[in-house]
T-cell receptor, first 114, second 109 residues
């Protein structure tokens, strides 16, 4: 298995632009997690899907952030409009079932908003 | 006060030393995770615990539910163990993860 796949690996954009991050979980995994990591705040869980359904999105910072999981093999995290404070590394992870299982992390997307 | 506290924040060691990293939490939990993040940025899950003790190679993780405390031990440390170690707890409902700030370990030869 290729592991969790994220794209793009790096994204540089200007303030106000729309940004879409993509994630393909490990085949057969039922849970998918989006995280954000910054120097100031460390690692934060943004949203967690189980069987394609959002279970907890309380970590999503504000309405500019949205996440979808249209099927078991694909998820997107969208920021619109982007702001410089959104600059961070965004990780996607998947697990067989929920937070009670080991999670497998993707390589992350480094986002820079100018 | 953070709900998940790790200590120490930074740790330096000589190759071969026994390492202990601590994690204390103040909320009821369903599970506790230990993660490792290497300087390149990749994150690897080391352990998921809900009770007792787990061992994988030179790594041992323990948890004491009553004391709300977990430890990660590394025996015979090696420079390749240099990384940030992150503790995360799952809430009792199983719907969220709360992270510690991480412990930066540097092992020199």
């Amino acid at each position: 298995d290729a592991g969790v796949i994220q794209s793009p690996r790096h994204e540089v954009t200007e303030m106000g632009q729309e940004v879409t991050l993509r994630c393909k979980p490990i085949s057969g995994h039922n849970s998918l997690f989006w995280y954000r990591q910054t120097m100031m705040r460390g690692l934060e869980l943004l949203i967690y899907f189980n069987n394609n359904v959002p279970i907890d999105d309380s970590g999503m910072p504000e309405d500019r952030f949205s996440a979808k999981m249209p099927n078991a093999s694909f998820s997107t995290l969208k920021i619109q409009p982007s702001e410089p404070r959104d600059s961070a590394v965004y990780f996607c992870a998947s697990s067989p079932t929920g937070i009670y299982n080991e999670q497998f992390f993707g390589p992350g997307t480094r986002l820079t908003v100018l | 006060k953070n709900e998940v506290e790790q200590s120490p924040q930074n740790l330096t060691a000589q190759e071969g030393e026994f390492i202990t990293i601590n994690c204390s939490y103040s909320v009821g939990i369903s599970a506790l995770h230990w993660l490792q993040q290497h300087p390149g940025g990749g994150i690897v899950s080391l352990f998921m615990l809900s009770s007792g003790k787990k061992k994988h190679g030179r790594l041992i993780a323990t948890i004491n539910i009553q004391e709300k405390h977990s430890s990660l031990h590394i025996t015979a440390s090696h420079p390749r163990d240099s990384a940030v170690y992150i503790c995360a707890v799952g809430n009792q409902a199983g719907t969220a993860l709360i992270f510690g700030k991480g412990t930066t370990l540097s092992v020199s030869s």
